[in-house]
């Protein structure tokens, strides 16, 4: 008898025991789904050391409820596992699961029951909303003409269900603002930058909340460049004084030689002080600030998109892309404003050395980078022709220049173009303001007209 009453009891201290360690789940969704459309993917994650036997998921909407996703694992309800990860889930939700899905608010709804002997239920319901309607974009039917290395200005009227618009041009995507006449028309700037393919398709698109999205193709031209590789002789002198202009502490590239302090910041500190250079397309202001062509100034010293091979001791130790016009001058020159705008970048930034950002309006800005003495502060607005400071040689440069670019959303982009006043009336103003263009004669002053280079045939330029 004691013996039976022994083992009995061990029985229910080993089933108590094994349903107090039986353990909850702990669901996540991530990223947080906030609209569903046609086949919304959605990502949960489980959390359960004992890992989880069932998981069901439906959404609710009315009163009806639609299953879209179930998974069941055979029971371990003694022996479970102790150390199971956690476990990530995926699946899809909206009408393709669920066809009298409608418009408008629902829930969704996922539940798990834990892999051990008391199986918890556990659940998680988020509140979301329903977005059927397709997006619609509708680009205008003008010939753009496109520089390789430029940019290009398109309009188009974005309908039915849409959250977001711009141009997509391969990997790069780029914003659209409205038009200044309004008109529910919106126009971008966008670059087709010079490391894509010729063969680079731009189409205009428009997404909805619910991640569906619309594209419209344009009618365009590409005038392909080539761009110069052109050999950058280094000695030992050149590339001490660069690092250590660059890096004077020896901790931003730190290294055990020479070279590899300067490999690093020519590529890794060259691509983080883009990456900056680039999140300034967030600081704009959705009008035009600037007016009639940009000033060009000095002597080009190199092209927009060289593509530099760096020669040390006879052997070719890195390649890199110039992204703009190093534009030579004297010592103690004043670097001007190329046109009116204001300030958003006024300190140093790396490879650039000090360096300035004037921001033109709707994500067109203009970069000036080693500059000796910066004498403007982020926020000050200038004038064409204003001057901002004075050149010198901080940062990755090798004698006194300006180092020259203009950025649209954040894709630096061929500045040729913005010193060119037919190029601006054609391909900007016609569209992006017509009435500016016949209220106000835009003059080029006294700045003389933006020359080609010598056998850059002129003829195949798009203007
Ligand atoms: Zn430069």
């Given at each position: 008898?004691?013996?039976i009453?022994?083992?009995?009891?061990?029985?229910?201290?080993l089933?108590?025991?094994?349903?107090?360690?039986?353990?909850?789940?702990?669901?996540?969704?991530?990223?947080?789904?906030?609209?569903?459309?046609?086949?919304?993917?959605?990502?949960?994650?489980?959390?359960?050391?004992?890992?989880?036997?069932h998981?069901?998921?439906?959404?609710?909407?009315?009163?009806?409820?639609?299953?879209?996703?179930?998974?069941?694992?055979?029971?371990?309800?003694?022996?479970?596992?102790?150390?199971?990860?956690?476990?990530?889930?995926?699946?899809?939700?909206?009408?393709?699961?669920?066809?009298t899905?409608?418009?408008?608010?629902?829930?969704?709804?996922?539940?798990?029951?834990?892999?051990?002997?008391?199986?918890?239920?556990?659940?998680?319901?988020?509140?979301?909303?329903?977005?059927?309607?397709?997006?619609r974009?509708?680009?205008?039917?003008?010939?753009?003409?496109?520089?390789?290395?430029?940019?290009?200005?398109?309009?188009?009227?974005?309908?039915?269900?849409?959250?977001?618009?711009?141009?997509?041009?391969?990997?790069?995507?780029?914003?659209?603002?409205?038009?200044?006449?309004?008109?529910?028309?919106?126009f971008?700037?966008?670059?087709?930058?010079?490391?894509?393919?010729?063969?680079?398709?731009?189409?205009?698109?428009?997404?909805n909340?619910?991640?569906?999205?619309?594209?419209?193709?344009?009618?365009?031209?590409?005038?392909?460049?080539?761009?110069?590789?052109?050999?950058f002789?280094?000695?030992?002198?050149?590339?001490?004084?660069?690092?250590?202009?660059?890096?004077?502490?020896?901790?931003?590239?730190?290294?055990?030689?020479?070279?590899?302090?300067?490999?690093?910041?020519?590529?890794?500190?060259?691509q983080?002080?883009?990456q900056?250079?680039?999140?300034?397309?967030?600081?704009?202001?959705?009008?035009?600030?600037?007016?009639?062509?940009?000033?060009?100034?000095?002597?080009?010293?190199?092209?927009?998109?060289?593509?530099?091979?760096?020669?040390?001791?006879?052997?070719?130790?890195?390649q890199?892309?110039?992204?703009?016009?190093?534009?030579?001058?004297?010592?103690?020159a004043?670097?001007?404003?190329?046109?009116?705008?204001?300030?958003?970048?006024?300190?140093?930034?790396?490879?650039?050395?000090?360096?300035?950002?004037?921001?033109?309006?709707?994500?067109?800005?203009?970069?000036?980078?080693?500059?000796?003495?910066?004498?403007?502060?982020?926020?000050?607005?200038?004038?064409?022709?204003?001057?901002?400071?004075?050149?010198?040689?901080?940062?990755?440069?090798?004698?006194?220049?300006?180092?020259?670019?203009?950025?649209?959303?954040?894709?630096?982009?061929?500045?040729?173009?913005?010193?060119?006043?037919h190029?601006?009336?054609?391909?900007?103003?016609?569209?992006?303001?017509?009435?500016r263009?016949?209220?106000k004669?835009?003059?080029?002053?006294?700045?003389?007209?933006?020359?080609?280079?010598?056998?850059?045939?002129?003829?195949?330029?798009?203007?």
């Amino acid at each position: 008898m004691k013996a039976i009453i022994a083992v009995v009891s061990l029985i229910i201290v080993l089933t108590i025991s094994l349903v107090v360690m039986s353990n909850h789940t702990a669901l996540s969704m991530t990223p947080a789904v906030k609209v569903v459309g046609i086949a919304t993917p959605v990502a949960v994650t489980l959390t359960n050391p004992h890992g989880v036997r069932h998981v069901t998921a439906w959404l609710e909407q009315n009163g009806a409820r639609f299953p879209i996703y179930e998974d069941r694992s055979p029971a371990s309800r003694i022996f479970w596992s102790r150390h199971q990860a956690p476990r990530n889930v995926t699946f899809e939700a909206g009408r393709n699961k669920a066809p009298t899905l409608k418009e408008g608010p629902a829930r969704l709804v996922v539940e798990t029951v834990s892999n051990d002997l008391r199986g918890s239920t556990d659940s998680a319901a988020y509140d979301l909303n329903v977005v059927l309607a397709p997006p619609r974009v509708i680009p205008d039917d003008l010939e753009h003409l496109i520089n390789q290395g430029g940019m290009e200005l398109v309009t188009f009227t974005p309908s039915g269900s849409w959250s977001e618009a711009g141009v997509h041009v391969g990997k790069y995507s780029f914003r659209s603002f409205p038009l200044p006449s309004g008109g529910g028309q919106r126009f971008s700037m966008f670059a087709y930058p010079w490391d894509l393919p010729a063969d680079t398709v731009p189409a205009v698109y428009g997404r909805n909340l619910a991640g569906t999205e619309a594209v419209g193709r344009f009618r365009y031209k590409l005038f392909a460049k080539k761009f110069r590789v052109r050999d950058f002789e280094i000695d030992d002198a050149l590339m001490e004084k660069l690092v250590t202009s660059v890096d004077p502490t020896g901790q931003l590239a730190p290294g055990p030689d020479l070279l590899s302090r300067f490999l690093k910041i020519n590529g890794e500190l060259r691509q983080k002080n883009n990456q900056q250079m680039a999140d300034l397309r967030f600081k704009t202001e959705e009008k035009i600030l600037w007016n009639g062509p940009f000033i060009h100034y000095g002597k080009e010293e190199a092209n927009f998109a060289d593509v530099r091979s760096y020669i040390y001791h006879g052997k070719k130790v890195d390649q890199q892309v110039h992204l703009g016009f190093d534009l030579s001058d004297v010592q103690n020159a004043p670097v001007n404003a190329a046109n009116d705008g204001r300030i958003v970048w006024a300190a140093d930034l790396g490879i650039y050395g000090n360096c300035v950002v004037v921001d033109h309006g709707y994500s067109l800005q203009s970069i000036y980078g080693h500059m000796r003495q910066i004498d403007l502060k982020v926020g000050d607005m200038v004038k064409r022709g204003q001057k901002m400071g004075i050149a010198g040689q901080t940062g990755l440069a090798g004698g006194v220049h300006v180092h020259f670019s203009m950025q649209i959303d954040g894709v630096q982009t061929n500045p040729r173009e913005w010193w060119d006043e037919h190029w601006i009336k054609d391909r900007i103003l016609s569209k992006l303001d017509p009435l500016r263009m016949s209220a106000k004669v835009v003059s080029a002053s006294s700045e003389p007209a933006p020359r080609a280079k010598k056998g850059a045939g002129r003829k195949r330029v798009a203007r």
